[in-house]
Structure formats: C-alpha cells, structure tokens
C-alpha cells in the first residue's frame, strides 16, 4: 500500500535545486539598472527570465550660453564660436577683366605723348606818379587776350623772388658826359642788389667785353665799376659803338641759363657798325623767352643843352638822337621793360627804384593759348585790368582823386616752331 507524500516534501528538493540558478542570474544581470516600480507591478518573474533592465538617469546639467567670442565659457561645457557679422549689402560682384588688345603681327608698341603749350606773363601794375607797385589784385582783375582772343587764366601768383640780371653799359669815346652817365646810374643800380642776386657786367664800344661773370657778391661789380672810372678820363680805344651786336650776344648768353633774367641796358642807344640790322635785332628781341629789358639812355644833359644848336650838322646830330630813343623804347616795350632817359644824376635814384620795383614784385599769369599750334608764329599779347562788374578798373587817392597806372608787360611771344 503506497503511501501518500506532503507537497512540502516533494517540491523540497525542487526548490533546494533552483536556488543555486536564481544566484547565477543575479551574479550575471549588471548593475545599476534598478527595476523600475511599474515594471515590477505589471510584469511576473519568473526562475527562467532575468528583471528587466532601464538605463540610469544623468542628473540634468543648466545649459550654458555661449560666449559672443573668445574659447570655453568654463572647464566644463560648450565651446563657443565666434559669431560672424551679418552683411547688411551684399557685396558686388567683381568687376570684368579689362578688354586685352593685340597689336596685329608686325606692328610694334606706340606711344602717343600731348604736348600742350603754356605761356607765362609777367605783368607789373605800377602807379604813374610815383612809380610804386599796386598790391592786392585777385585773378579776377585780370584779362589776357592773345591775337585778340581772351585767354582762361590757369594759373596766378605775385612773384617776389632773386633776380638775375646782366648790366650790358656802353664805354667809349663818345663823350666824357656819357660815360659819366653810365657810370652813374650803374652805380646807382648795384645798391639795390640783394645777398640772393646774381649780376654780371660787360661793356661795349666796337667789341663786347665781359668784365664781371654772374656773381652774388655785389663788391666785384662795384670793383669793376670803380677801375672804369679810374679810367673815365682817359682816351677810350673806339668811339664806335655797336649796340645791336652787343644785345645780340647778351640775348644769347642769357637764353642757357634758366628762368627770368633781366638785361640793363644803359647806353646812348646810338649803333654804329653793328653787323645786324634794327629788323634783325628786333625779330631776335621777339624771340627771346623769360628775358626783360630796362633800358637807361645817358647823355640827357648834354644832348638837352645842345638841342637845335650847330646848323645842319646839329639837325642830323638830334635826329639820330631821337632815333635812337626810339630803339631803346622800343626794346623795353617789346619785353615789358621800361625805358628811362634821365637828364640830372638826381633821377637815378629815383629811376633804379622803379626799375628795382618791376623786377621784385609783379604778378605771374599762365594760360593755355586757345591756339595750341606750333606754327612759329607771333602772338600779339594784352593785359587788361577790370573790376568785379567786368569795366575798365580805376584806383583813387586818399582825396578820391583818379590815379593813373601803367601795365608792363612784353608785346608778344614766338610759338614754338613746328618739329619735322
């Protein structure tokens, strides 16, 4: 008869088997994935399954704004970018490459130069009566016509700067009243020199002497003057003078040598034997560029108390007198010099002044002639002064009397001749 066994005494051995694998399990599940409370209410474990696994929750960390610029805000967190500035236009797109051009086969390169003329007038405003420089005029007050034609004033200045002058004095026989004369008033013109001056002397009769070159030391012209007239009394080689051969060769000395220069010319103005006629020295006087002449005629006293007097002999004697006043005037005016013929050693002073005010203070005007040719001709120049309303500009004294004044300026220039 078999006999009836207790549950608890079947299964006992049952539950003593699975404990070591229930162990297993728990040694084989990792940890740190606790079971959530969910999980463990809804689902039924089993000995053949393991609890089911959740990841473990990161505590949350404060997100962190990052910096405008620069690296990491901290150890620990965002790195931060350099924001970029937004572009309110945007830009243009490039320009297209330049068009290349080819000369054709056989062609070589050319270059095309302009050669566009310009013209410098020298123009002194001085008053009649006392011969003083008018100061103070504008651009607008001047009007330059050429040929005519009015001419666009581009550039204006006042020029007061160091002059380069050549005093060119007649010594000769002529007389002892001319030669005390030239004396006199070259003399008179070397205590207006200044420190910055350059100055030569050369004297004529027959042939041209160069006794001082172009110095700044205003002694040696002094020296040089002082040993003629150590010499004054004494008998001259030649009683000829010729005054157009002189001129010629002090215009072309001076012509190589740069900027303004200025020729005194102190003489009777009387040419005997000159190689060159008055045309010819007067077309070359045309041609000169940047060179004035002053001219001073000597004997004024001598010539003015035998005036009318000696028959036909005295009549031809003043004729040639006056003809040769005419030359000298005729220089000066053509170059915008002026002319003087002093009768009493009393004027140089006052006569060296002027000529010292021309020279030092003047007014500069450039312009570009309308008439750009290059045709060697001569252009006839003028000078006008007007006020801001465009008529004829009037000066008064301080008892508003008129005052007169006189514009110096030269005749006229030669355009470059055309280059074949």
């Known amino acids: 008869m078999s006999t009836l066994r207790s549950p608890s005494s079947v299964f006992r051995p049952l539950r003593l088997a699975a404990l070591p694998i229930a162990m297993a399990a728990l040694w084989a599940a990792p940890l740190g994935y606790p079971q959530t409370p969910s ?5 039924q474990q089993t000995p053949q399954q393991t609890p089911q ?15 405008a610029a620069g690296g990491p805000n901290a150890d620990s967190g965002a790195i931060a970018i350099p924001k970029k500035k937004e572009s309110i236009e945007e830009s243009a797109p490039p320009a297209p490459p330049p068009p290349k051009f080819k000369n054709p086969e056989g062609t070589p390169n050319v270059s095309l130069e302009l050669n566009v003329p310009e013209v410098v007038v020298d123009v002194g405003v001085l008053l009649d009566k006392t011969g003083q420089f008018v100061p103070g005029l504008k651009p607008d007050n001047f009007r330059v016509y050429e040929n005519g034609v009015e001419q666009k004033i581009d550039g204006f200045r006042r020029v007061q700067a160091p002059i380069t002058a050549l005093l060119l004095c007649e010594y ?8 005390v004369d030239m004396l006199n008033t070259a003399w008179a013109f070397t205590q207006q020199l ?36 150590n010499e004054v009394f004494m008998p001259a080689a030649f009683s000829e003078t010729n005054l157009f051969d002189a001129l010629y060769q002090a ?27 008055f045309d010819k020295i007067l077309a070359r006087v045309k041609e000169s560029r940047n060179i004035t002449i002053f001219t001073i005629s000597t004997g004024g006293l ?16 003043d004729l040639s007198y006056l003809q040769a006043d005419n030359e000298m005037r005729t220089f000066a005016s053509l170059t915008g010099g002026r002319w003087f013929s002093p009768r009493f050693v009393g004027e140089l002073p006052d006569d060296v002044s002027s000529i010292n005010a021309s020279i030092r203070s003047k007014y500069e005007l450039v312009y570009r002639p309308t008439d750009a040719k290059q045709d ?23 008892k508003h009397k008129p005052l007169k004044y006189e514009l110096i300026y030269r005749d006229g220039y030669r355009a470059k001749p055309e280059v074949e």
Not at 377 to 393: A, S
Request: no cysteine.
């Open 172 to 179: 000769a026989a002529r007389g002892f009243a001319f030669r």
């Open 251 to 277: 215009l072309d000395r001076l012509d190589r040598i740069e900027g303004q220069k200025y020729i005194i010319l102190i003489a009777s103005g009387i040419d005997s034997f000159s190689k060159l006629t």
């Open 194 to 229: 200044r420190p910055q001056d350059y100055v030569a002397l050369m004297t004529f009769d027959l042939n041209s002497h160069i006794l001082v070159d172009f110095t700044q030391n205003k002694n040696e012209i002094q020296q040089a003057i002082n040993m003629l007239g």
């Open 376 to 398: 060697g001709t001569y252009r006839k120049l003028r000078v006008e002064l007007v006020d801001n309303e465009g008529h004829p500009l009037r000066f008064q004294d301080e």
């Open 39 to 43: 999980q463990t209410d809804t689902q």
């Open 302 to 317: 001598l010539r003015a108390e035998t005036e009318g007097m000696g028959g036909m002999m005295g009549s031809m004697r």
């Open 53 to 67: 696994q959740t990841p473990q929750q990161t505590p949350q960390q404060p997100v962190e704004a990052a910096p």
